[in-house]
Protein backbone atom coordinates (compact mmCIF):
# COMPACT_ATOMS: atom_id res chain seq x y z
CA UNK A 1 0.00 0.00 0.00
CA UNK A 2 1.25 3.53 -0.75
CA UNK A 3 2.13 5.96 1.96
CA UNK A 4 0.07 9.01 1.76
CA UNK A 5 2.01 12.40 1.52
CA UNK A 6 1.28 13.46 4.86
CA UNK A 7 2.50 10.26 6.34
CA UNK A 8 5.48 10.71 4.12
CA UNK A 9 6.19 14.38 5.46
CA UNK A 10 5.50 13.20 9.24
CA UNK A 11 7.94 10.48 8.76
CA UNK A 12 10.54 12.85 7.72
CA UNK A 13 9.85 15.01 9.86
CA UNK A 14 10.26 12.81 12.94
CA UNK A 15 13.35 11.41 11.40
CA UNK A 16 14.77 15.48 11.39
CA UNK A 17 13.28 16.21 14.51
CA UNK A 18 12.33 13.78 17.21
CA UNK A 19 9.38 15.53 19.06
CA UNK A 20 9.94 15.13 22.40
CA UNK A 21 9.65 17.38 25.67
CA UNK A 22 13.69 17.26 26.07
CA UNK A 23 14.93 19.78 23.63
CA UNK A 24 17.99 21.77 24.94
CA UNK A 25 20.83 23.99 24.11
CA UNK A 26 23.76 24.20 25.60
CA UNK A 27 25.12 27.81 26.22
CA UNK A 28 28.60 29.19 27.52
CA UNK A 29 28.23 32.01 30.08
CA UNK A 30 30.61 33.76 32.23
CA UNK A 31 31.60 32.32 36.06
CA UNK A 32 32.99 35.32 38.46
CA UNK A 33 35.05 33.71 41.25
CA UNK A 34 35.55 35.57 44.59
CA UNK A 35 37.71 34.97 46.88
CA UNK A 36 37.29 35.47 50.42
CA UNK A 37 39.72 38.03 51.99
CA UNK A 38 41.89 36.26 54.63
CA UNK A 39 45.37 36.49 56.35
CA UNK A 40 46.29 33.51 54.53
CA UNK A 41 44.73 35.39 50.77
CA UNK A 42 46.60 38.47 51.76
CA UNK A 43 50.44 36.97 51.58
CA UNK A 44 49.50 34.46 49.05
CA UNK A 45 47.78 37.56 46.97
CA UNK A 46 51.10 39.94 47.97
CA UNK A 47 53.78 37.35 46.79
CA UNK A 48 51.97 36.95 43.80
CA UNK A 49 51.75 40.15 42.78
CA UNK A 50 55.25 41.11 44.19
CA UNK A 51 56.36 38.21 41.13
CA UNK A 52 54.55 40.14 39.20
CA UNK A 53 56.26 43.74 39.25
CA UNK A 54 59.42 41.39 39.37
CA UNK A 55 58.31 39.81 36.39
CA UNK A 56 57.27 43.37 34.81
CA UNK A 57 61.05 44.79 35.23
CA UNK A 58 62.55 41.81 33.76
CA UNK A 59 60.78 42.09 30.85
CA UNK A 60 61.56 46.38 30.45
CA UNK A 61 64.97 45.21 31.07
CA UNK A 62 64.75 43.01 28.27
CA UNK A 63 62.79 45.66 26.08
CA UNK A 64 65.64 48.44 26.70
CA UNK A 65 67.85 45.90 25.55
CA UNK A 66 66.63 45.17 22.48
CA UNK A 67 65.88 49.13 21.68
CA UNK A 68 69.84 49.41 22.30
CA UNK A 69 70.36 46.33 19.84
CA UNK A 70 68.06 47.37 17.22
CA UNK A 71 69.37 51.04 17.69
CA UNK A 72 72.97 50.04 16.70
CA UNK A 73 71.97 48.29 13.55
CA UNK A 74 70.19 50.93 12.92
CA UNK A 75 73.19 53.20 13.34
CA UNK A 76 75.28 50.85 11.18
CA UNK A 77 72.76 50.70 8.50
CA UNK A 78 73.10 54.76 8.63
CA UNK A 79 76.88 54.74 8.56
CA UNK A 80 76.46 52.55 5.05
CA UNK A 81 74.23 55.39 3.53
CA UNK A 82 71.35 53.34 4.07
CA UNK A 83 67.97 55.65 4.63
CA UNK A 84 66.72 54.65 8.37
CA UNK A 85 64.78 57.10 9.20
CA UNK A 86 61.23 55.33 8.89
CA UNK A 87 62.57 52.39 10.41
CA UNK A 88 64.22 54.71 13.16
CA UNK A 89 60.92 56.70 13.58
CA UNK A 90 58.91 53.25 14.16
CA UNK A 91 61.18 51.65 16.62
CA UNK A 92 60.46 54.61 18.54
CA UNK A 93 56.93 54.42 18.37
CA UNK A 94 57.00 50.95 19.37
CA UNK A 95 59.43 51.31 21.63
CA UNK A 96 57.39 54.00 23.61
CA UNK A 97 53.95 51.98 23.28
CA UNK A 98 55.70 49.11 25.32
CA UNK A 99 57.12 51.42 27.77
CA UNK A 100 53.55 52.90 28.14
CA UNK A 101 51.94 49.55 28.59
CA UNK A 102 54.22 48.14 31.36
CA UNK A 103 54.11 51.17 33.08
CA UNK A 104 50.88 51.10 33.46
CA UNK A 105 50.77 47.59 34.11
CA UNK A 106 53.14 48.45 37.06
CA UNK A 107 50.82 50.98 38.07
CA UNK A 108 47.82 48.73 38.33
CA UNK A 109 49.64 45.82 40.21
CA UNK A 110 50.75 48.47 42.54
CA UNK A 111 47.42 49.84 42.96
CA UNK A 112 46.08 46.48 43.82
CA UNK A 113 49.19 45.34 45.97
CA UNK A 114 48.13 49.16 48.42
CA UNK A 115 44.63 48.02 48.49
CA UNK A 116 45.07 44.91 49.29
CA UNK A 117 45.90 46.26 53.10
CA UNK A 118 42.44 47.80 52.81
CA UNK A 119 40.42 45.08 52.07
CA UNK A 120 39.26 43.78 55.48
CA UNK A 121 39.57 40.11 56.36
CA UNK A 122 35.70 38.39 55.62
CA UNK A 123 34.54 40.32 52.38
CA UNK A 124 34.87 39.10 49.28
CA UNK A 125 36.97 40.18 46.43
CA UNK A 126 36.53 39.13 42.34
CA UNK A 127 39.78 37.18 41.53
CA UNK A 128 39.00 35.98 38.42
CA UNK A 129 36.16 34.86 35.67
CA UNK A 130 36.02 31.61 34.16
CA UNK A 131 33.80 30.48 31.36
CA UNK A 132 31.32 27.01 31.45
CA UNK A 133 28.75 25.64 29.82
CA UNK A 134 25.13 25.52 30.81
CA UNK A 135 22.58 23.54 29.60
CA UNK A 136 19.20 25.13 28.95
CA UNK A 137 15.65 23.06 27.99
CA UNK A 138 12.32 24.31 27.13
CA UNK A 139 10.58 26.38 30.23
CA UNK A 140 14.11 27.17 31.91
CA UNK A 141 14.35 30.90 32.75
CA UNK A 142 16.92 32.34 31.08
CA UNK A 143 18.14 34.68 33.27
CA UNK A 144 18.12 32.73 36.12
CA UNK A 145 20.90 30.69 34.37
CA UNK A 146 23.26 33.56 32.61
CA UNK A 147 23.31 36.03 35.44
CA UNK A 148 25.00 35.84 38.69
CA UNK A 149 26.88 32.56 38.42
CA UNK A 150 29.93 32.93 40.65
CA UNK A 151 31.95 30.41 42.65
CA UNK A 152 32.98 31.24 46.45
CA UNK A 153 36.22 30.60 47.23
CA UNK A 154 38.43 30.43 50.84
CA UNK A 155 41.92 30.24 51.04
CA UNK A 156 41.79 28.17 47.82
CA UNK A 157 38.83 25.68 48.85
CA UNK A 158 35.56 26.31 47.00
CA UNK A 159 33.03 26.67 49.93
CA UNK A 160 30.15 27.77 47.14
CA UNK A 161 28.42 27.51 43.95
CA UNK A 162 25.93 30.02 43.33
CA UNK A 163 23.81 29.85 39.92
Do not use: C, W
Not at 77 to 88: E, F, K, S, Y
Not at 95 to 109: N, T, Y
Not at 112 to 122: F, Q, S, V
Request: charged share 20%.
Amino acid sequence: MMQSTVDKAMDTLTEAAPMTSNHSIQLKRQITVKTKVTDNFRVRAKSELDNELKLIDTQSQQLEAQFQYSLQQLEKMAHQGQNVQGQLQQLNQEAQQKRSQMASLKMQISSELGNLDKIENGQFIVTGMLENTVELRLGDNLYDHLQNAEILVEDGVITAING
